[in-house]
C-alpha cells in the first residue's frame, strides 16, 4: 500500500473529485479487525463444503495463479473443503476475470475470487462497466514489495541519488518496469512525485517480463528498473545488478526500504481473496475464518518462503480502507501520468 502522509494525501486527492471503494462495509467486518495472527489464538476451522471453487482472473503460472493455488491447497489442508475447482480468465489485469465472476458467481457461497493491486489499477485505467463495486474483499493475503535495482557500474548508488537526479530532469532518467499503468509503473509515478519531480514528466519504458527489464537496465536504455525480487534475484546475486531501494516500510531481503532512505512512499503488490456482492455477511464471516485458518496451515506458510511473499493479513474495515486509498491513488496516477486503456 502507498503512504503519502495519508491525511494530507486524501485531502489532495478529494480535490480531484474521484470516485472511491463503494462497496458497503458489511456489519460483520466491522468487527473483524483483530490484532496480528501471531497474537491471536489458532483460528478455528470452518467446513464451508465438500467442494468450493476459486476463480482466478489471469492465466496459469502467473502471481495470482500461484497464490490462488497455494491457497486452495491450504484450505483442503486446514479442513475448510475436501476439493477445489479452479477456474482461470485471464486478461487485461484481472477486468475479464472479474466480470465474468460477477456475471456468473455474485451470489454463490461456495466461489472465491482472487485479486490485488494489479486489478485495482486495471480498474483505475480501463474504467470498466463492471468494477471492484461488485464483489466484498474477504482477506488481503501477501504483500510483494518493489524493488527499484540498478546496473552494478551505475553512478547511481541510493535512492538520493535516483531522486536528485529525477528533481534535475526526470525526461533524462528513464525508468523500466512491467506494463503500462500496471504496479510498477504507478509505482514509478509515486515516486517521481515524492521525489519532488512531475510525475507527468516520467520516461516510462514498458515491458512484458522481469527478463526484459533487466537487459533494459544492463544495456544503458533505462537507468533504473522496477519490479519484484525474484525478477531480478539472479542478476543480483551475480552483481551484474545493485538493488537500491524496496518499497516497503523497512528493509527486506537485506535492501534498505525508499522510505528508511528518506523519500516517503511505500506500495506493495499485494493478493487478496474476494466474494461475491450478493453473498450473505454470516457467510462472508465463515469465509474469512476459514481463510484465516487456512494461512496458518504449514502448507501455505512453506509457499510463503519459496517465493518471498510476506504475509499480509487484513480483514474487514481496515481492509476496505486499504483498497479504497489504493484505487484513489491509482486513479490519481492513471491522472497525472495521462495514461489511456
Do not use: C
Amino acid at each position: 500500500m502507498l503512504t503519502i502522509k495519508r491525511r494530507a494525501a486524501l485531502g489532495g486527492l478529494a480535490g480531484l473529485g474521484l470516485a472511491t471503494w463503494g462497496g458497503a462495509i458489511p456489519a460483520w467486518a466491522q468487527t473483524a479487525a483483530k490484532p496480528p495472527a501471531a497474537a491471536q489464538p489458532k483460528a478455528r476451522v470452518v467446513k464451508l463444503a465438500p467442494k468450493l471453487r476459486i476463480v482466478i482472473p489471469a492465466n496459469a503460472g502467473g502471481g495470482w495463479d500461484q497464490t490462488g493455488r497455494a491457497l486452495g491447497t491450504a484450505l483442503v489442508g486446514a479442513g475448510a473443503t475436501d476439493e477445489i475447482e479452479y477456474e482461470n480468465k485471464g486478461g487485461k489485469g484481472g477486468t475479464i476475470g472479474l466480470a465474468y465472476y460477477a456475471e456468473k458467481y455474485n451470489g454463490d457461497a461456495n466461489t472465491l475470487l482472487m485479486g490485488g493491486m494489479v486489478m485495482v489499477g486495471a480498474v483505475a485505467l480501463q474504467k470498466p462497466a463492471v468494477d471492484m463495486t461488485r464483489i466484498r474483499p474477504i482477506a488481503r493475503l501477501t504483500s510483494d514489495y518493489l524493488v527499484v535495482v540498478v546496473a552494478a557500474n551505475s553512478p547511481v548508488r541510493t535512492i538520493a541519488d535516483l531522486a536528485g537526479r529525477m528533481r534535475a530532469n526526470p525526461k533524462d532518467v528513464p525508468i523500466a518496469g512491467g506494463s503500462a499503468g500496471g504496479v510498477d509503473h504507478v509505482f514509478a509515478g509515486v515516486f517521481t512525485r515524492a521525489a519532488g519531480s512531475k510525475p507527468e514528466e516520467l520516461v516510462y519504458l514498458p515491458f512484458a517480463g522481469g527478463a526484459e527489464v533487466v537487459q533494459a537496465v544492463l544495456g544503458g536504455k533505462a537507468t533504473a528498473g522496477i519490479s519484484g525480487y525474484s525478477e531480478f534475484a539472479d542478476e543480483l546475486a551475480s552483481g551484474k545488478l545493485r538493488a537500491i531501494g524496496v518499497s516497503s516500510k523497512r528493509t527486506v531481503f537485506g535492501i534498505p526500504s525508499i522510505r528508511e532512505q528518506g523519500v516517503d512512499v511505500d506500495m506493495a503488490n499485494w493478493r487478496g481473496v474476494f466474494t461475491g456482492q450478493n453473498v450473505a455477511e454470516a457467510r462472508q464471516a465463515e469465509m474469512l475464518e476459514a481463510v484465516k485458518a487456512a494461512t496458518g496451515h504449514e502448507s501455505w506458510q512453506k509457499t510463503l518462503k519459496q517465493n518471498h511473499w510476506e504475509s499480509s493479513l487484513l480483514s474487514g474495515p481496515s481492509l476496505a480502507s486499504f483498497i479504497d486509498f489504493d484505487l484513489t491513488t491509482s486513479r490519481v496516477m492513471v491522472h497525472l501520468l495521462k495514461l489511456k486503456a
